[in-house]
């Protein structure tokens, strides 16, 4: 059985980092072609953040957190993670995982970041991690 579960968030100031971690249950992160991190803030439609294509370990960024956030994967441990540094006040939200395992492209797999619309090829979500960023 699949299962996603979030954790590293918390509250910091801003310019402080964090590091969340996406444990996964059932399959490796080997067994995915496609996971991501996704944020939503109140008030706003969730958004994309990173990806991380991992047949090849090939990645892609948002421009509002690239050279900021890392996205990066351990098959090993069967995690993924998002390394958050210098964070500011809005990168305040629920952020979440998300995982497929059916075939996707990796064209596929980055145009999951580009809005709602193209979100719902991901079958697996977990259930977040808060971040608070304070000024």
């Known amino acids: 059985q699949v299962q996603l579960v979030e954790s590293g968030g918390g509250s910091v100031e801003a310019g402080g980092s964090l590091r969340l971690s996406c444990t996964v249950s059932?399959?490796?992160?080997?067994?995915?072609?496609?996971m991501g991190w996704f944020r939503q803030a109140p008030g706003k439609e969730r958004e994309g953040v990173a990806a991380?294509?991992?047949?090849?370990?090939?990645?892609d960024i948002v421009d509002s957190v690239k050279g900021r956030f890392t996205i990066s994967q351990d098959s090993a441990k069967s995690a993924l993670y998002l390394e958050m540094n210098n964070l500011k006040p809005e990168d305040s939200a629920m952020y979440y995982c998300?995982?497929?395992?059916?075939?996707?492209?990796?064209?596929?797999?980055?145009?999951?970041?580009?809005?709602?619309?193209?979100?719902?090829?991901?079958?697996?979500w977990g259930q977040g991690t808060q971040v608070t960023v304070s000024s």
């Open positions: 998300a995982a497929r395992l059916l075939y996707y492209t990796w064209q596929a797999c980055v145009n999951t970041l580009r809005g709602p619309t193209t979100q719902g090829g991901f079958g697996y």
């Open positions: 059932g399959y490796t992160v080997s067994n995915y072609y496609c």
């Open positions: 991380i294509y991992p047949l090849n370990g090939r990645t």
